[in-house]
T-cell receptor, first 116, second 112 residues
Framework: GAVVSQHPSRVICKSGTSVKIECRSLDFQATTMFWYRQFPKQSLMLMATSNEGSKATYEQGVEKDKFLINHASLTLSTLTVTSAHPEDSSFYIC????????????FGSGTQLSVL | GNSVTQMEGPVTLSEEAFLTINCTYTATGYPSLFWYVQYPGEGLQLLLKATKADDKGSNKGFEATYRKETTSFHLEKGSVQVSDSAVYFCALTGSTLGRLYFGRGTQLTVWP
């Protein structure tokens, strides 16, 4: 079946550094990518939606200059957490949709980010 | 707005025990409802879904019924196995195709 490969699975970084998370669709073209994050004991919350070749649409309260999303190709989307701070420590997960009318979603395995 | 409230875990059961994980929702319109499962080290996978009131989704022995009157979509399984140990997420669709609203997830551990 379709697979979304997400890397890294776990990252620890110092405050002030930037971290890049990658999601690749391995055997389909991901026209839309959704990025979620989950703080401890809370729900998975949508951060942004990106369509290939377009600027991402961010949810209210998510800083677009801090969470940079690039979806330049149909098989790769990246989320860069710039100047990370301890409050950005969270679980980040991507999901991909193949085609604008396809409701089936494929999820990455998630990235646990810890900022010291 | 849309939201999902899911029973807080962790849930620990012995093999062959009965499982219920509660899920209630608030939504505008008529959303589809889902249960996703995440096994260790893997991505979320769709477990089952229901698209309208009174629909029952089922898969791998798991069931959930879309109850509009109680705005619930509780997950049940009559006899759990060790291999069912995972995190279970309840979710509903938003207006954008593919956009989901999730509960917080429930960790299930099944002991032999």
């Amino acid at each position: 079946g379709a697979v979304v490969s997400q890397h890294p699975s776990r990252v620890i970084c110092k405050s002030g550094t930037s971290v890049k998370i990658e999601c690749r669709s391995l055997d389909f073209q991901a026209t839309t990518m959704f990025w979620y994050r989950q703080f401890p004991k809370q729900s998975l919350m949508l951060m942004a939606t990106s369509n290939e070749g377009s600027k991402a649409t961010y949810e209210q309260g998510v800083e677009k200059d801090k969470f940079l999303i690039n979806h330049a190709s149909l098989t790769l989307s990246t989320l860069t957490v710039t100047s990370a701070h301890p409050e950005d420590s969270s679980f980040y997960i991507c999901s991909a949709r193949e085609g604008p009318m396809n409701e089936k979603l494929f999820f990455g395995s998630g990235t646990q980010l810890s900022v010291l | 707005g849309n939201s999902v409230t899911q029973m807080e875990g962790p849930v620990t059961l012995s093999e062959e025990a009965f499982l219920t994980i509660n899920c209630t929702y608030t939504a505008t319109g008529y959303p589809s409802l889902f249960w996703y499962v995440q096994y260790p080290g893997e991505g979320l996978q769709l477990l089952l879904k229901a698209t309208k009131a009174d629909d029952k989704g089922s898969n791998k022995g798991f069931e959930a019924t879309y109850r509009k009157e109680t705005t619930s979509f509780h997950l049940e399984k009559g006899s759990v196995q060790v291999s069912d140990s995972a995190v279970y997420f309840c979710a509903l669709t938003g207006s954008t195709l593919g956009r989901l609203y999730f509960g917080r997830g429930t960790q299930l551990t099944v002991w032999p």
